[in-house]
């Protein structure tokens, strides 16, 4: 897995001061991408056990509420694995702490995927710039759902965060 950034006190991408790891690689090329630059799978730079330990050292302070994985796409076939380990490792060594994660993808598409047992919040669909609004939390299109993982789980249905 490559990675273009690792945010750190990050208030825009799930709720609290969050760590965020964006991902190199996305396959959804969608129309006014905010992050372009992380569409090449073969771009950034390699995550190793450094990257790794630094994420674990934000995730020890007490005020940091969790880890939010974005890019790119973490579920792109060149990342899933990596973040399905680092997410499973994160819920296992901070299970006070949650995992918000960002893609392309619909639930429908990913809800049987290991990662999903993993995830408090998943931020499902492709963004498109006409169903842009600067209002709707969390999501940078109205089509894109902000879902609770667990209770979606739970019930067996959709349920929005």
């Known amino acids: 897995m490559r990675y273009h950034n690792i945010t750190k006190d990050d208030m825009l991408n799930g709720s609290g001061l969050r760590v965020v790891l964006w991902?190199?690689?996305?396959a959804h090329h969608c129309p006014q991408c905010q992050n372009p630059i992380t569409w090449d799978p073969d771009g950034g730079l390699p995550f190793t056990d450094v990257e790794k330990q630094e994420i674990f050292q934000e995730l020890d302070k007490d005020y940091i509420s969790g880890i939010t994985f974005s890019g790119g796409d973490p579920l792109h076939?060149?990342?899933?694995?990596?973040?399905?380990?680092?997410?499973?490792?994160?819920?296992?060594r901070y299970p006070e702490k949650t995992i918000w994660l960002y893609t392309g993808y619909l639930w429908e598409e990913v809800k049987d995927w290991e990662i999903a047992r993993y995830?408090?919040?998943?931020?499902?669909?492709?963004?498109?710039?006409?169903?842009?609004?600067?209002?709707?939390?969390?999501?940078?299109?109205?089509?894109?759902?902000?879902?609770?993982v667990k209770k979606t789980l739970e019930q067996g249905r959709v349920v929005l965060y």
């Open 23 to 26: 991902v190199a690689g996305c």
């Open 77 to 92: 076939p060149f990342n899933i694995g990596e973040v399905t380990a680092l997410a499973r490792e994160i819920a296992q």
């Open 119 to 148: 995830l408090d919040v998943l931020v499902d669909g492709k963004y498109k710039p006409w169903l842009r609004d600067v209002h709707y939390e969390w999501a940078g299109s109205t089509n894109q759902r902000v879902i609770d």
